[in-house]
């Protein structure tokens, strides 16, 4: 690798390096201590831990080349190289390309100018190609080298960044550097003789977090595996706990939610990610989710300012933020202040001439908002009405319909008289703060919003707080559209909406009557239509119901989409994820805030059973309506933190009660008439609306608790807890979550599988995890791999993995005991092909599994059945290399072509495939004749007969005779394997003569008898000459053909066969070898 020429006292390197050759202008160095083939005695022990620790160039390579000038001891190193092929290749350019050069010129100053200049010729040249583009090339230049060398991964893997830290093995921390890069966390150290490397892929981790006690002050935990690891002594450990929370949703996401990964183009390119890229990313959502903005915003500039609030005549600090569409500011203290301005809305950008350098941003409605003390305020100005003029676009027109809530109000006057205070106490804020998506947001909204939102302005709010205004106005008439499209389909999702309609809020008199009711299928239907993915969940009809009281049809739409697309996410899928890594957030904030009720549950379980309904309804299910709304209100303009902040003053209210419990059953009951206890004093709702039972004391000390004050105490005990703090939390839980589901589908596959094989269950575990492991790594390295479109969770288990015949030759090289074959690649191939019974050309894991349990546990006669089968169609197809110098080795491209050649499905199995690869994937209507002819088929499957099998011919016997002479080979009684299979042979073949002369005297089978045993050995070079010489005499000789039964009984004749056969096989020692070995196997191709 070239290095930036910088400047190196030969004097004080000659104690560290040797010189091997040199010319007039440079040195090729080798490192003391360094031997190729591996040692280096104390020396190099000193060296190698000096290398290790220290950030140099001395530490990348064990060779360099550096540029001298004649009577000068200042030498420039120029290059380097991690061994000896890579840095004489850099040397003999040099003599090829530069050494004619340098002796035209006059001066030592001009050789040195000009060599330099080309060296840094040729960097630029290389970073044009080149991963690399960070702060200081040329030190991750030298990362990306040292990284490449100690860890051996394919050049694709690309790497991210690199801290030096210290790595605790026990109660010893091992200094040395951690390598992030986009599918591994590594960590390199070489002390004193010790090295540790150690290789951990993001996917496989299931707890990451930071953590101190008296040892370590603060450091990194890893958890992968059931392993723990502990990372500390980082100059910025939070900037780099940051970056591996990012990559390690990153992986997740690619591996294990692939829809989400395929919309988000960002991370498409695995290549393209940079430290830089991931940083801005992160700053990105957090501006979108802070400010409720379209996920397609990405943060643009940020700008430290003062903003002009006019109604406290001060200005408050905090930043500016500018997106594409909207300019934005918050006050450092987040409860103070905040403004979204979306420049759709902008009339007019202004500037002062005074000091103050202030933009004056104009909207519509005479509204101003000065910004003051902006850097650089001019060429801010100059952007945003660049901005302006191309994202001018005219207001949509909301329409006039009206929300469907009941007319019948029947309110007494106090409640009436309160209801017009609260909206009086709205107008007074509106006067002061402004109306519409650019008022002011200060602590006195919150306050409002935390005493419940008047009936009146409750769906205006609603909009505007979760940003379902701004989606709206960039969609135009798109509900419409999708109303129209909508109509009349008929699928799952559309199924299950007509069946739970008449469920949706049935006491309240809005969804008695076809108004209400039509109005919530239009919603429905048109959500479903608009993202298919999600297409209908349970309780997305109960929350949309209480957005159409309060919301117009199209509101409550997009409402609808700000819930499930951004608010809530991932919480209306099959997995329900969103759900369940908030109900794992929930529990740690049980643990932090409620440590004595942790103590007294036993089984943390019993809080996710319980608060499930309450984050996937927002508590709908279980308050009273009109105490609900309340819930929404909060949950509208705070976000899950008003749900977590709610159940934990919910538990901390009954608290005593719960401590007092002996079982689930009695704490379940506890919250219940808890809830039914829990009222809204100021709801102008009717009595025949209203669903709160009065609790009287006849049913226990249940007293009635009213829903403002619960949220208000739920603020003041719990609204510490930060935005920044829920989003580690809920990434941390994240990986928990995907991590305890992939062990659930492992062990439910692994207990199906158990069944039907006799390798032990943590045989089978190991094996899982190589078969998914292998199929990993295609996602890793291999960016259109049509496999990335199999991985469907929604799948059934068996069936969510599925490998190809290139990932099955890998994993076959690395576990079959008969993978030291000479024509391994075709074996691997043949029995991928009579694994692939559906003709998909995937096979999953049980398949695998019961291959490579023949291979290892069946007997004599399984394996040599499989053996014959993989010889006789459909497993086998006649293979023929296109390089000849490879011998029998077939590429990439060969294998997947022969995989697929002659593949015709059966009429038995299209109905299984074609719902298999349907693009619903399992969500239309399930065909349960075809689940009941497969399973049929499995039955039978079991029962079958070696009589059954069919005959084999003369090429495939030709074949079968070659495959067990490669099988033999290095074998210790490998002398009397040949020649019991030659006498095997010769037996077989004179048994056909005479069947055959009996049918037909004149046919003759003692030419091919000589073509394949001769003197005990073997003899496929005589075959396969025969057949050139008369390759037609195939064709004139009458077909003979073996029967299974027939090779069976001579092969049993034969002890030496049997005991080759029967011989076991350690199957702990080759699944050890095959993890060790797996990742080196896949870097080498």
Known sequence: MWLKPEEVLLKNALKLWLMERSNDYFVLQRRRGYVEEGGGGLTGLLVGTLDSVLDSTAKVAPFRILHQTPDSQVYLSIACGANREEITKHWDWLEQNIMKTLSVFDSNEDITHFVQGKIRGLIAEEGRHSFAKEDDPEKFREALLKFGKCFGLPEQEKL????????WKGRVPCQGWLYLSTNFLSF?????????????????????????????????????QGENHYFSMFLHINETYLLMEQLANYAIKRLFDKETFANDPILDDPLQITKRGLENRAHSEQFSAFFRLPKEETLKEVHECFLWVPFSHFNTHGKMCISENYVCFASHDGNLC???????????????????????????GKTAFRFSEVKDFEQLVAKLRLKCGATSTQCHDISTEVPISSDSTDPSDNTELKEKMKEQSWNILFAECG???SMFRTKKTRDLVIRGIPEALRGELWMLFSGAVNDMAANPGYYAELVEQSLGTCNLATEEIERDLCRSLP????????????????VLTAYAYKNPKIGYCQAMNILTSVLLLYAKEEEAFWLLVALCERMLPDYFNRRIIGALVDQAVFEELIRDHLPQLTEHMTDMTFFSSVSLSWFLTLFISVLPIESAVNVVDCFFYDGIKAILQLGLAILDYNLDRLLTCKDDAEAVTALNRFFDSVTNKDSPLPS??????????????????????????????????????????????????IQTLEETTKQNVVRVVSQDVNLSLHELNELYVLFKKELFFSYYWCLSCPVLKYHDPSLPYLEQYQIDCQQFRMLYQLLSPWAHAANKDSLALWTFRLLDENCDCLINFKDFSSAIDTMYNGSFIDKLKLLFKLHIPPAYTEVKCKDPSKGDELSKEELLYFSQLHVSKPPNVKKVASLKNSPEKGKGKVDIQAYLSQWEDELSKKEENIKDLPRMNQSQFIQFSKTLYNLFHGDPEEESLYQAIAFVTSLLLRMEEVGRKLHSPTASAKEFSGTVCASGGPSEGKTESHLKKDPSSLREEPQWSFAFEQILASLLNEPALVRFFEKPVDVKVKLENAKTSQLSCRTKI
């Open 160 to 167: 991210v960044t690199y801290y030096s830290c210290s790595y």
């Open 188 to 224: 390199y150290s070489f002390l004193l003789g010790s090295e540790i490397k150690l290789i951990i892929s993001w996917d496989a981790v299931s707890k990451l977090e930071k953590t101190s006690n008296v040892l370590l002050t603060e450091s990194i935990h890893v958890c992968s």
């Open 338 to 364: 905040s403004v979204i301005i979306p420049l759709r809305e902008v009339v007019a950008i202004d500037k002062t001439n005074d000091s103050s350098k202030s933009v004056i941003i104009n909207i519509k």
């Open 435 to 437: 109306r519409g998506v």
């Open 507 to 522: 006491e309240h008199p809005a969804f008695q009557n076809d108004t209400g009711i039509s109005s919530l299928r239009r």
């Open 688 to 737: 025949s609306v209203r669903q709160s039972s009065n609790v009287s004391g006849e049913k226990g000390n249940y007293i009635t608790v009213d829903i403002t004050d619960l949220i208000r105490e739920s603020n003041e005990k719990y609204g510490n807890i930060c935005y920044e703090e829920i989003h580690s939390m809920r990434c941390r839980s994240r990986l928990y979550v």
